[in-house]
């Protein structure tokens, strides 16, 4: 084809016209918009969105591709056609004549369970016709009964926060004022403040059960802790000769004595006391703390206030409600 013909498409000179404005009146453009957004914003239910699948999957299976026009004047279409396609059904035609080929599309079937390949739909209907006569029915949960489910575990979490910070109340009230047994008094009578002691060094029987549980969890883990760290300096540390001249602080600064750390004695016994303890609820153990402020401290764990007598007046009450 020559250049400058008639037939070739001039592409640098191609005008397009407007295409004409759609003239809608105000009222029916404000219809038209809340009638889209009523349509937006209706939730589909899982039934209706495999229904119009379906049909959108029936329609295109059932309208062939090459009844468009412009399908016969597409590319494929022509390959096709070179290799001796006319129309019909496709596929090996028989020399006998009965055979036409394939007219009509492979039925698509679409797979709604989760199982494997394999795992086809007689099999299971087996395996639920035998569980029907087992007497097995699949558990259906009760709405209700989930929702009042999840309300009680998170109630459950708010309370053993709770029950966790009147546990360290306890007991910084316990260090704070001991019990007559334990009093700082020296045995001699002199008056002289006898040091506080370490926590690993007493008996965790000695303990009220309230929080006992509390410091036998801090022992356990300050244990593992020191027990890696010991791990590491071992492992890090360079060989070293034993010099009996040597004195022990610098032993000890120069990291070639080892430090010995002492745990309560009876951390790995068993506390049936306590065991029995952490099966209450945990609205249970927090009554029987609080009560414990209340009765040997004369604290209020919801006032956050020490009270001066037995009496505690100003104190709305023993539970929280009393205090909203």
């Given at each position: 084809m020559a250049p400058g013909s008639d037939d070739e498409d001039d592409y640098m000179n191609m005008t397009f016209a407007d295409p004409e404005p759609v003239k809608e009146s105000s009222v029916k453009r404000a219809e038209r918009l809340k009638k889209e957004s009523r349509a937006r914003g209706v939730i589909k239910s899982k039934a209706e969105i495999e229904e119009e699948e379906a049909a959108a999957r029936e329609k295109a299976l059932s309208t062939s591709m090459l009844d468009d026009e412009r399908a016969?004047?597409?590319k494929g279409f022509a390959m096709m056609a070179k290799m001796g396609f006319t129309g019909g059904g496709l596929g090996k035609k028989r020399d006998d004549g009965e055979g036409a080929g394939r007219?009509?599309?492979i039925k698509v079937e679409i797979k709604g369970d989760r199982g494997g390949i394999?795992?086809?739909n007689e099999k299971k209907r087996k395996i639920r016709e035998a569980a029907e006569e087992l007497g097995v029915k699949a558990i259906k949960l009760d709405p209700d009964e989930y929702r009042e489910r999840v309300r009680k575990e998170r109630e459950d979490a708010r309370l053993e926060k709770q029950f966790f910070a009147a546990q360290r109340m306890a007991e910084r009230l316990d260090d704070e004022?001991?019990?007559?047994?334990e009093s700082s008094a020296s045995p001699d009578g002199e008056g002289h403040e006898k040091p506080k002691r370490d926590i690993s060094t007493r008996p965790l029987?000695?303990?009220?059960?309230l929080y006992r549980g509390l410091i036998r969890h801090r022992e356990e883990q300050e244990r593992d802790r020191r027990m890696r760290h010991d791990l590491q300096q071992s492992l890090s540390?360079?060989?070293t000769y034993e010099d009996d001249l040597?004195?022990?602080?610098d032993k000890t600064a120069m990291g070639k004595k080892q430090t010995v750390y002492a745990t309560a004695d009876d951390l790995d016994e068993e506390d049936a006391e306590l065991d029995a303890f952490n099966e209450l609820s945990p609205g249970e153990k927090l009554g029987q703390v609080l009560a414990y402020l209340r009765k040997q401290h004369r604290y209020c764990f919801w006032c956050k206030t020490t009270y001066d007598d037995d009496e505690m007046e100003g104190c709305p009450g023993l539970t929280e409600e009393d205090h909203d």
């Open positions: 016969k004047k597409s007219a009509e599309p394999g795992m086809d004022q001991p019990p007559a047994h029987k000695s303990f009220p059960v540390r360079l060989p040597e004195d022990e602080d």
